[in-house]
T-cell receptor
C-alpha cells in the first residue's frame, strides 16, 4: 500500500469547514483513498473512500486531485464532536489486496468553540 | 448500520491470568480482525479470520490465540497475561470479497495487566 503524508495537527473554528489534506504521490492505479477517524479512547470510525471521482456522504466530502497524488477531506460544518485524529490510508483494490489496515500518525484535528 | 460490540470497555487483570476478549458483529460479515493499538506504534494486527473456524496470524500473534466458532463472534485469548500486553484492543469486521471494503471497528477494550 502507498505511503501517505498528513500534517500532524490542525485547528478549525466550530461551524466552519475543516479541510484536511493528504499527500499520496506514489499511489498506483488500483489503490483507493480511505479516511478514518478516531475520537479519543474510542475505536476508529470509517468516514469515506474513493478511487478517482469526488465522493460525498452524510459525514464528509472527499476531493481527489486529477493526478490522484493528493486528496482533501472536507467536514462542511465542523462541530466540537469532530475533534479527533484523522487517518488517510491508501489501499490496493481487488481480491488479493491487503487484509489489514495500517494507520500512519494522522492529523489531530481540534475544533475550537 | 454495522454494529461491532466488545465485551468490556475497561479490564484489569493480573500477570498470569487467562483473559478472554469477546467481539460480536451483527452484519453477517465474513472477515473479523483483532488489533492492538499503542502510543507511537499505531495499529497492529494480531489475528484475523475470514470464515468460521478459520484464522490467520497477523503481525504480532505471539502470546495470543483466537477462536471463531460462530460467524458473528471472534474471541481473543491471552493464555497467560503479561504486563507488555497492556494495551487498547480493537476488534473490526468486514464483509467478504474485495479487500477494499470498509472495516468497521468496535469501541475498544482498554486492558491493563498488573
Amino acid at each position: 500500500d502507498a505511503k501517505t503524508t498528513q500534517p500532524p495537527s490542525m485547528d478549525c473554528a466550530e461551524g466552519r469547514a475543516a479541510n484536511l489534506p493528504c499527500n499520496h504521490s506514489t499511489i498506483s492505479g488500483n489503490e483507493y483513498v480511505y479516511w478514518y477517524r478516531q475520537i479519543h479512547s474510542q475505536g476508529p470510525q470509517y468516514i469515506i473512500h474513493g478511487l478517482k471521482n469526488n465522493e460525498t456522504n452524510e459525514m464528509a466530502s472527499l476531493i481527489i486531485t486529477e493526478d490522484r497524488k493528493s486528496s482533501t477531506l472536507i467536514l462542511p460544518h465542523a462541530t466540537l464532536r469532530d475533534t479527533a485524529v484523522y487517518y488517510c490510508i491508501v489501499r490496493a483494490g481487488g481480491f488479493q489486496g491487503a487484509q489489514k489496515l495500517v494507520f500512519g500518525q494522522g492529523t489531530r484535528l481540534t475544533i475550537n468553540p | 448500520d454495522v454494529k461491532v460490540t466488545q465485551s468490556s470497555r475497561y479490564l484489569v487483570k493480573r500477570t498470569g491470568e487467562k483473559v478472554f476478549l469477546e467481539c460480536v458483529q451483527d452484519m453477517d460479515h465474513e472477515n473479523m480482525f483483532w488489533y492492538r493499538q499503542d502510543p507511537g506504534l499505531g495499529l497492529r494486527l494480531i489475528y484475523f479470520s475470514y470464515d468460521v473456524k478459520m484464522k490467520e496470524k497477523g503481525d504480532i500473534p505471539e502470546g495470543y490465540s483466537v477462536s471463531r466458532e460462530k460467524k458473528e463472534r471472534f474471541s481473543l485469548i491471552l493464555e497467560s497475561a503479561s504486563t507488555n500486553q497492556t494495551s487498547m484492543y480493537l476488534c473490526a469486521s468486514r464483509r467478504g470479497g474485495r479487500s477494499t471494503d470498509t472495516q468497521y471497528f468496535g469501541p475498544g477494550t482498554r486492558l491493563t495487566v498488573l
